[in-house]
């Protein structure tokens, strides 16, 4: 059985010792950059590598990027194969923020050509609070070589989005907060705002009160609402950075809303240039 969307605590536990099984924490901070490598030498799941948010799953911030830009997908591929991840490989994703770090690197998997990868729902909290095990041990990967085909077309440029905008052929979903997708508080970029046009669904609507991921029929139901006939395929999704966008894609594709995409820049890189028109309320 291959897992592409989530996995459940008591599923990883049972296929710990999978041979072709590669565990990924992809704890992360973005008030301290140090705090997840940190987190994960102090404990983390059997046998998992650290993904660094900065260092591994994004490339150099320059003046017209937004906070996290998409990695070289070849330099990103040979971090694969230091993992040990090839391309039959069975990739399990976890973090401690509700699957928000871990999604990006189910997404980037997906982009460059894996689909065997899935988020642990619940994440290290729920793994902890079932008992399960933690191990301070050091994983030493055997190298192996993934061979990328990277898909381009998963992704929008913002000159895509505008263009799509202007053209009414996508919808596009911010999965920041309210009050940020409002403009009434903006904690980590220099102005406050949405892309004109774009549909607020905060990330958190995918969660129950435990933090595990909805079932399916509930975030079908919910997405429907929102985005009402429109194809899947024409559902764009952004958030600040193109981090946390990628939980609410992982949460269609799980509602079986197959094909959405992802405005890999989004907010951060919107307001790079002036001429982008910004919406308050």
Not at 120 to 127: E, I, S
Request: hydrophobic residues 40%; aromatic residues 8%; neutral net charge.
């Amino acid at each position: 059985m291959h897992y592409t969307t989530l996995i459940t605590a008591d599923a990883l536990h049972q296929n710990l010792d999978q041979a072709d099984w590669v565990i990924v924490d992809c704890r992360f901070s973005l008030a301290d950059a140090s705090a997840g490598a940190s987190a994960y030498r102090r404990g983390h799941l059997p046998n998992a590598r650290y993904a660094d948010l900065n260092k591994d799953l994004s490339s150099a911030v320059k003046s017209y990027t937004g906070r996290h830009p998409l990695p070289d997908a070849e330099t990103f591929s040979r971090k694969l194969g230091e993992w040990g991840i090839g391309n039959n490989t069975q990739v399990i994703a976890y973090d401690d923020a509700d699957g928000a770090f871990a999604a990006r690197l189910w997404w980037l998997l997906r982009w460059v050509g894996l689909t065997r990868v899935a988020v642990l729902d619940g994440g290290l909290p729920y793994w902890k609070k079932q008992g399960l095990p933690l191990t301070t041990h050091l994983p030493q990967p055997k190298t192996t070589h993934y061979r990328s085909y990277q898909d381009n077309s998963l992704w929008l440029s913002a000159l895509d989005v505008q263009n799509h905008l202007a053209q009414k052929t996508i919808k596009l979903l911010d999965a920041r907060t309210a009050v940020r997708y409002r403009g009434e508080q903006e904690p980590i970029d220099p102005i406050a705002g949405h892309v004109p046009g774009a549909l607020n669904y905060p990330m958190q609507c995918n969660l129950d009160a435990q933090h595990l991921f909805l079932p399916a029929s509930k975030l079908k139901k919910q997405f429907q609402q929102l985005i009402d006939t429109t194809p899947s395929e024409q559902i764009v999704h952004m958030c600040g950075s193109g981090v946390t966008a990628c939980h609410n894609l992982l949460a269609m594709e799980h509602a079986g809303l197959i094909g959405s995409k992802l405005y890999a820049g989004s907010w951060s890189e919107w307001i790079t240039n002036k001429n982008r028109e910004v919406a308050r309320n």
